[in-house]
């Protein structure tokens, strides 16, 4: 039998300390034992992005990380943007623009949206399209997409 | 399409040491997996590929995660570099910016984010973007077991798809690459297959020296091929081809139509080898732009 895993954990600023099973998910970690499920699982093997979570900033594909990795780490999930009720800028610009239709990329797509934006404010047509390369959308194709991240960093930023 | 199940359960390490990591690995042998940026090992786990029973990750282990250069060396990569990180690195000389290239060819931002350049080497693909790039480089690995190391040239390292000569005690510690004379510029080509994966279906890193952009003798080259063979190949008739030359249109021609004769891929062999010119034409054009500037 293995062993349990101790981990200590921030998850959109709440501390948590977990024991998990050396083969648990992280992504199955914050859905089931957190009860956070924004975070989608779609193809379970890295490709559409729906399970994007950011591990210290960076967007990553939480149905290929192990929560036992994530010991001392900061995890954001899509309930931790909005502040004190207030949705953040890219929620909002997603809603304006209607970027989203069945919704269950958006989680993923607003979360390597904000990967970009907190690193380079100011991105261009092209930089936003390599972000989000990494999300597949089925619906609405990703001109509004693009769009609301485009007005996003402009309410953020100017 | 392979049906996916809950990967099966483990023992989880996490050794904050490399003496305790290849110690583990001396233990368990082939029962255990060395794990780092899990894009592609826990697929393979997923899909039931591989049931590794103790899972020995990297990561905590700091003397792995570096990049190193140094001039007259030359660079150094640990085996828990992500992709990403080596992108973005301010520590690589403009000289070798064909590795960015190669390591912005994999996968997409969240799979930059986690997976390593020894972890590509690692698996083994005949697609994977970075060993053209590195075969062209004369790159080496140093593997290490608890029983002390060895040093191999990454192009005896591949054996067939997915398969390579790393033993079940050993773990690839760092990519060491030798320095660049002056007069030196790498280029990394690709393109993918128009799937969910965007697979690389032929991909050509080149490194060219020239004596001086005058004359334009080729000094030295190194050509890598990806996803035209068994396991990534280096161009070797092309090489000694090109070697002493002056790189002008005519033998920049002739060096393409060698490597595509001696590429051998299986599928789509006839485009794929058409490709292998045309990658390796517009490579030393701009390799020898790149010099110029």
């Known amino acids: 039998m293995a062993h349990l895993v101790n981990i200590k954990v921030n998850i959109n600023g709440d501390y948590y300390e977990l024991k998990v099973k050396p083969n648990t998910l992280l992504l199955d970690l914050l859905r089931n034992e957190v009860g956070l499920t924004g975070t989608k699982r779609g193809c379970d093997t890295g490709e559409c992005g729906a399970c994007t979570v950011l591990i210290d900033g960076l967007a990553v594909n939480s149905c290929l990380v192990l929560a036992a990795e994530v010991n001392g780490k900061n995890v954001t999930t899509i309930e931790g943007l909005a502040k004190n009720g207030n949705l953040h800028p890219l929620q909002e610009s997603f809603m304006e623009e209607g970027a989203s239709q069945c919704g269950f990329c958006t989680p993923g797509m607003i979360l390597s949206a904000k990967a970009l934006l907190d690193k380079n404010p100011n991105p261009t047509e092209e930089e936003i399209k390599i972000a989000i390369s990494g999300n597949l959308c089925r619906c609405t194709g990703y001109k509004k997409i693009i769009k609301a991240i485009n007005s996003a960093a402009h309410k953020m930023y100017c | ?293």
């Open chain 2, 1 to 293: 399409m392979i049906r996916l199940k809950k990967i099966n359960n483990f023992e989880y390490f996490a050794p904050s040491t490399l003496s305790e990591a290849v110690s583990l690995l001396a233990k368990y042998k082939e029962r255990a997996k060395v794990f780092s940026g899990g894009t592609d090992l826990l697929v393979q786990m997923k899909q039931r590929k591989l049931t590794p029973e103790y899972v020995i990750d990297l990561k905590n282990i700091s003397e792995l995660n570096n990049i190193d250069y140094k001039e007259g060396e030359g660079l150094r990569i640990g085996a828990t570099v992500t992709h990403g990180i080596l992108a973005s690195s301010q520590l690589l000389p403009e000289k070798f910016s064909l590795l960015k290239e190669a390591s912005l060819a994999v996968g997409s931002v969240q799979t930059r984010n986690r997976g390593t350049i020894v972890g590509n080497i690692a698996t083994s693909s005949p697609s994977a973007d970075t060993p053209p790039a590195l075969l062209a480089l004369e790159a080496r690995l140093k593997l290490v077991s608890a029983d002390g190391e060895r040093v191999v040239p990454i192009q005896d390292f591949f054996t067939t798809p997915f398969k390579n000569i790393l033993q079940s005690t050993e773990l690839i510690t760092e990519i060491e690459i030798p320095d660049l004379p002056p007069n030196s510029r790498g280029v990394y080509l690709w393109h993918s297959k128009i799937t969910a994966e965007d697979e690389t279906l032929v991909g050509v890193g080149i490194v060219l020296t020239v004596d001086n952009m005058e004359d334009k003798i080729c000094t030295h080259i190194g050509i890598g091929l990806g996803s035209v063979a068994p396991t990534p190949m280096r161009a070797e008739k092309a090489e000694d081809f090109l070697k002493g030359k002056r790189v002008d249109a005519d033998i920049i021609k002739q060096t393409a139509e060698i490597a595509s004769n001696e590429s051998l891929p299986r599928s789509r062999a006839e485009y794929r080898k058409e490709m292998v010119k045309v990658h390796i034409r517009r490579a030393l054009i701009r390799a020898l732009k790149r010099i110029e500037e």
